[in-house]
């Protein structure tokens, strides 16, 4: 919207205005002389010049309104045009241009208002439809960026009573009725786009949703197709399948991925979901490659940057991993930045960098506490940083969440690092009982039934170890 909108507010023409002095009216015709030459900062001061002497000049505020939004002072243009919707209320062109202005200071609300009152003047003046269109496609827009769906389609549909049939407006009242949740309305709209263009890769995907979400996935697969048959360019017929492959599983999701991303090598999301369907088959060299190539599209996306730190950790290679794990937590949001975290901990860790891991790794379980794996690495590092009692704490919480032999195994060294023997030795039978090939387990049972002064029990216990090869229970044995 704002690029369709600042090209009307640039071709607007400044009316010719009565004025009472000769010097004056030079100096507002040097001044629009200098603005139509690009001479802005020049422009400015010759505006302004005509209004200290005439506050009511309408030319002269136009003027100094429009050289201001040129020049990026989106404060000072707003001023002048809201002096023009004062001095003549009834014009079109000073409520459409305050519009365009609020629109890119980011005030939707604001800019809702003044292109409506542009419409409602506008047509009170009888403007031609082709003039009242930037101010009915603004309208809608802003109402759209507060989130007000539902009027907005109102308002494109007052539109469309002017301008009928318009595809952008067309357009608007289609995909606003979707976002308003009255996908039934929308669904007559996006087949008049369709009709009048079959391949609009926006029509035809909102098409598919809403068949999907009435349970009838075949018959949006089938209007998919139809537009892929009638799709003209390569990058239209990537868009299509790159839709078509959300619904599809397997090798025939893989097959249109890959189709997609031949056919536009720089569609990212198809490099992406492809990478994704690669890491679910078990393929991460595959998985690697097709987020590199999206990365080389979209460097700055967190997805992609995620997507790469997952492949390079499934495939052991723990410092990439970690690097763009970092940047994936620098970049990201919510469920996304904590997945990144994660992988960042967990290089760490391998990267035997047990400082670092503790201290991510403490921030992920402080804002997702019910992650066994986080609370897992979490306790190893502790561990490994001779913080027993804090890696005790951490695999006890690890266990609980997702009780295993290695979980088990590994707390029963930490209890039994802290001192704690009886619960070292309750939890190591249970690990040798969940995994009686354990050797460390059977090692760490024998110190802890040692310390407790059951010796016997103790040798049966390192006796096991040796046997399943465990060099340090040989030496205890002799």
């Known amino acids: 919207m ?21 010097a004056t009216q030079q100096t507002l015709q040097q001044a629009q002389a200098a603005l139509e030459a690009g001479r802005l900062n020049e422009a400015v001061r010759g505006f302004e010049a005509v209004i200290a002497r005439d506050f009511t000049n309408y030319s002269a505020h136009f003027g100094l309104g429009l050289a201001l939004y040129r020049l990026g002072d989106l404060r000072g243009a707003a001023f002048e045009f809201t002096q023009l919707t004062v001095l003549d209320p009834n014009r079109f062109e000073g409520w459409f241009n305050l519009g365009v202005v609020r ?15 542009a419409v409602e003047v506008g047509e009170r003046a009888n403007l031609g439809p082709a003039d009242l269109k930037p101010a009915y496609v603004g309208q809608v827009k802003a109402l759209r960026g507060q989130g007000q769906h539902e009027a907005a389609a109102n308002a494109a549909r007052k539109g469309l009573e002017k301008l009928p049939g318009d595809p952008e407006l067309t357009s608007l009242l289609a995909d606003s ?5 009255k996908p039934l309305e929308a669904l007559p709209v996006l087949y008049q786009i369709v009709s009048r263009e079959p391949s609009n890769v926006q029509a035809v995907s909102q098409i598919a949703d809403i068949y999907v979400a009435q349970g009838l996935p075949q018959r949006a697969l089938r209007e998919i197709d139809r537009g892929l048959e009638a799709a003209q360019d390569n990058s239209t017929r990537a868009q299509l399948l790159l839709k078509k492959s959300t619904l599809q599983q397997g090798r025939e999701q893989t097959a249109s991925l890959q189709e997609a991303v031949r056919l536009d090598p720089k569609l990212w999301a198809a490099h992406y979901n492809l990478g994704v369907a690669q890491l679910r088959e078990g393929n991460a060299r595959g998985a690697l490659e097709s987020f590199q190539n999206a990365y080389a599209q979209n ?11 997952t492949a390079y950790d499934r495939l052991g290679r723990a410092a990439e991993a970690g690097r763009f794990a970092a940047m994936a937590a620098r970049l990201g949001q919510g469920n996304e930045r904590l997945e990144a975290l994660f992988l960042q901990g967990k290089s760490a860790y391998t990267l035997r960098r047990y400082n670092e891991a503790v ?9 997702k506490p019910d992650n066994a794996e986080a609370w897992f690495l979490l306790g190893v590092s502790q561990f490994n940083l001779k ?26 060294a930490a209890l039994y690092s802290a001192g704690r023997y009886s619960d070292a030795e309750r939890v190591l039978s249970q690990a040798v009982a969940l995994d009686n090939r354990n050797p460390v387990a059977w090692y760490n049972l024998g110190l802890a039934l040692r310390s407790l002064g059951r010796a016997a029990e103790a040798r049966r216990a390192w006796q096991r170890s040796a046997e399943l090869g ?3 229970a040989r030496e ?3």
């Open 103 to 117: 629109d890119r200071q980011g005030q939707a609300a604001e800019a809702a208002e003044a292109f409506a009152k």
């Open 470 to 472: 465990y060099g340090p």
């Open 177 to 181: 009725l979707v976002r308003a949740g």
């Open 359 to 367: 201290e991510l790794l403490s921030q992920l379980t402080q804002q």
């Open 299 to 309: 460097p700055e996306e967190p997805k992609i940057l995620l997507g790469l730190a």
């Open 2 to 22: 704002r690029h369709l909108l600042c090209a009307a507010l640039v071709v607007l023409s400044l009316g010719s205005a009565q004025q009472n002095q000769a």
């Open 387 to 412: 913080d027993y009692a804090a890696a005790a704490a951490s695999l006890e919480r690890a266990q609980s969440l997702a009780p295993s032999a290695a979980t088990a195994a590994n707390l029963g």
């Open 476 to 478: 205890l044995l002799r």
